[in-house]
């Protein structure tokens, strides 16, 4: 079993910049993939950006390409994700999620997720 909490959300101007952090508990964690998702009021929740564990491999939504960056860190059995020129249509809430190697498209573990308030 995995558990995954965010962590490094808050209130920020347009233009600034956020880093959140996804920590796992567990004795072992060595996932697929990890992911960053954001749920906006009153919207589906929607993709954001991947890295395959393994191979660094990474995927951005279109909104968010050039701006955002995701990271992880083995050791610490933590993935990141830096967010620059935040704009006010990045205000959500933010979850980190996970991927097996037996089921790569599948997100099977969730954190609680951290909101992001970005002001105009």
């Known amino acids: 079993q995995v558990q995954l909490v965010e962590s490094g959300g808050g209130l920020v101007q347009a233009g600034d910049s956020l880093r959140l952090s996804c920590a796992a508990s567990g004795r072992t964690f060595s996932p697929y993939a990890v992911g960053w998702f954001r749920q906006a009021p009153g919207k589906e929740r929607e993709f954001v950006a991947r890295i395959n564990w393994g191979s660094f491999s990474t995927y951005y939504a279109d909104s968010v390409r050039g701006r955002f960056t995701i990271s992880r860190d083995n050791a610490e059995k933590k993935a990141y994700l830096q967010m620059s020129s935040l704009k006010p249509e990045d205000t959500a809430v933010y979850y980190c999620?996970?991927?097996?190697?037996?089921?790569?498209?599948?997100?099977?573990?969730w954190g609680q997720g951290t909101q992001v308030t970005v002001s105009s």
């Open positions: 999620a996970t991927a097996t190697a037996s089921r790569p498209g599948k997100w099977d573990y």
